[in-house]
Structures are given as structure tokens and as C-alpha cells.
Nanobody, 127 residues
Framework: VQLQASGGGLVQAGGSLRLSCAVS????????VGWFRQAPGKEREFVAF????????YFADSVKGRFTISRDNAKNTVYLQMNKLKPEDTAVYYC?????????????????????WGQGTEVTVSS
């Protein structure tokens, strides 16, 4: 499984970006996928999750109401729409495929629950 994240860039506070995560693999429609981010000097943190069907989504409290996550199984792609961006959203954003060991509603926010990671895409929000 390979993941390619894209769509990052420089944006002013209050602006929007849409990140994409293209995932290789014949069984993409069975993958549960998460987005994480890592700011300089900080640990990687959970941002958002979407299950295999798109029917279940979870978000970090810090992005609720501003970010949405969706997927297009025909295109093997997961999207992270980020609105009302803040300077504190500045980070490298990573997408990852959940390892499905354990019940994902209990494990979606842990980096150790993901086996495959993309290379990251950088988001910078200026004030």
C-alpha cells in the first residue's frame, strides 16, 4: 500500500485548502483512513478519520466545524477540506491507512493504529 498526500501550500488565516490522499491498492474501498499532522517541535497528532464506506467520520476537537473528510472510492482518494484556517493549523499533514487491528472507533486517533503512511504535505497558515 502506498499513499501520496498533496494539496498543501501557503494560505492566509481564514482561508481554505483541500488536501488529497491518493492510495494505491486493490482493496482501497476496505481501508479506513486517517489524517494526522505534525508541527515543528511537536508530536504527530490526530486530525480526522473516515471509515471504509465514508459513513463514519471523526475529528480532533481543534478542527471540528472547520475541517471535513470525505473519500471517493472510485478514485482511490481521501480528501481533507480545511476551512477557516488558523496559524496553529500550520504543520505537515500525513494520511495513513488504519491497520484494522482492534475496533476502529476506539483506536482511530492513535498513530500506532496505522501501518501505512504517506510522505506528508506541508500547510502554512500566515496570520
Amino acid at each position: 500500500v502506498q499513499l501520496q498526500a498533496s494539496g498543501g501550500g501557503l494560505v492566509q488565516a481564514g482561508g481554505s485548502l483541500r488536501l488529497s490522499c491518493a492510495v494505491s491498492g486493490r482493496t482501497f474501498s476496505s481501508y479506513n483512513v486517517g489524517w494526522f499532522r505534525q508541527a515543528p517541535g511537536k508530536e504527530r497528532e490526530f486530525v480526522a478519520f473516515v471509515n471504509w464506506s465514508g459513513g463514519s467520520t471523526y475529528f480532533a476537537d481543534s478542527v471540528k466545524g472547520r475541517f471535513t473528510i470525505s473519500r471517493d472510492n472510485a478514485k482511490n482518494t481521501v480528501y481533507l477540506q480545511m476551512n477557516k484556517l488558523k496559524p496553529e493549523d500550520t504543520a505537515v499533514y500525513y494520511c495513513a491507512v488504519h491497520n484494522n487491528r482492534g475496533y476502529y472507533p476506539s483506536t482511530y486517533s492513535y498513530t500506532g493504529s496505522y501501518d501505512y503512511w504517506g510522505q506528508g504535505t506541508e500547510v502554512t497558515v500566515s496570520s
